[in-house]
C-alpha cells in the first residue's frame, strides 16, 4: 500500500496522501478482517485484503482500537471524530486525524485500485 500511495497515485496536495504509520495500520486492520473470514490462506490473499482495505476507508464512522497492550476503557475522549484509529503505541493518539486530513481523494483511490485487482468495493 505505502508503494501503490507513494508512486501509483497522483495526489491533488499532501493533504490528501495518507501518511505511511495510517496506511500500516488500516492494512493490518484489512488484513485481521480478512483472515476473520477465514480467507487469509487462499490463492488471492493480495487482492482480498487490499479489497478489505478499500471496503474499511468507506466505513463511516470508522473506529478502529486495539486492546493488546492496554485498555482503551483507560483512555478516555471527549468527543469520537467519524474517523477514529487508535494507535496501538500511544493511547492518545488519533492516527486517522494525524495521518490523513482529507479523504475526499483517498477513498475513491483506494477502491479504485482494489477493482483493478479484481475486488469488487
Do not use: C
Not at 473470514?37 to 487482492?47: L, T, Y
Amino acid at each position: 500500500m505505502k508503494h501503490w500511495s507513494k508512486t501509483m497515485v497522483k495526489w491533488h496536495n499532501k493533504q490528501y496522501k495518507p501518511k505511511s504509520y495510517f496506511l500500516s495500520l488500516l492494512v493490518i486492520k484489512a488484513a485481521e478482517d480478512y483472515k476473520s473470514r477465514g480467507a487469509m490462506f487462499d490463492s488471492n490473499r493480495k487482492a482480498g485484503i487490499i479489497g478489505s482495505f478499500a471496503r474499511l476507508v468507506r466505513q463511516e464512522p470508522l473506529k478502529i482500537v486495539w486492546s493488546k497492550f492496554y485498555n482503551p476503557s483507560h483512555y478516555t475522549w471527549s468527543s469520537i471524530p467519524k474517523r477514529f484509529i487508535l494507535d496501538p503505541a500511544n493511547p492518545v493518539n488519533n492516527v486517522a486525524a494525524s495521518g490523513l486530513t482529507d479523504w475526499s481523494q483517498f477513498i475513491p483511490e483506494a477502491a479504485k485500485f482494489a477493482r483493478s485487482l479484481g475486488q469488487s468495493v
